[in-house]
Nanobody, 115 residues
Framework: QVQLVESGGGLVQAGGSLRLSCAAS????????MGWYRQTPGKQRELVAI???????NYADSVKGRFTISRDNAKNTVYLQMNSLKPEDTAVYYC?????????WGQGTLVTVSE
C-alpha cells in the first residue's frame, strides 16, 4: 500500500504562483515514476507533468515553460511549481505514483486561478 498526501492548492490570481507537494509513504521502493494530473468537471483527467526515478521529466504542452516538476528522494516528496498561472489551469490536481502493474492516486487538491 502507498499513501499519497497532497498539499499546496488554493486560490491565486492569474499570473501568480503556487507550489504543490505530494508526500509518499508506505511501500514506495518500487515506484518508477510520479506525476501530477488535473481534472475539471466533465473532462477526463489529464497528465500535467511526470518525473521518473532517474529524473526524466515530461510535461503537457499547455504547461511547458510555466510548470516544473521535481522530487526530493530523501523526503519521498514530489513537487509541482506552477508559475504564470492562468484561469484555464483551474482544476483539481492529483498526485500519481506508478508501479509496473498498478498505480496510486492522491485525494486531490483544488487549484483556482482567478482573472
Amino acid at each position: 500500500q502507498v499513501q499519497l498526501v497532497e498539499s499546496g492548492g488554493g486560490l491565486v490570481q492569474a499570473g501568480g504562483s503556487l507550489r504543490l507537494s505530494c508526500a509518499a509513504s508506505g511501500s514506495i521502493f518500487s515506484i518508477y515514476a510520479m506525476g501530477w494530473y488535473r481534472q475539471t468537471p466533465g473532462k477526463q483527467r489529464e497528465l500535467v507533468a511526470i518525473i521518473t526515478g532517474g529524473g526524466t521529466t515530461n510535461y503537457a504542452d499547455s504547461v511547458k515553460g510555466r510548470f516544473t516538476i521535481s522530487r526530493d528522494n530523501a523526503k519521498n516528496t514530489v513537487y509541482l511549481q506552477m508559475n504564470s498561472l492562468k484561469p484555464e489551469d483551474t482544476a483539481v490536481y492529483y498526485c500519481n505514483a506508478k508501479f509496473v502493474k498498478f498505480e496510486y492516486w492522491g485525494q486531490g487538491t483544488l487549484v483556482t486561478v482567478s482573472e
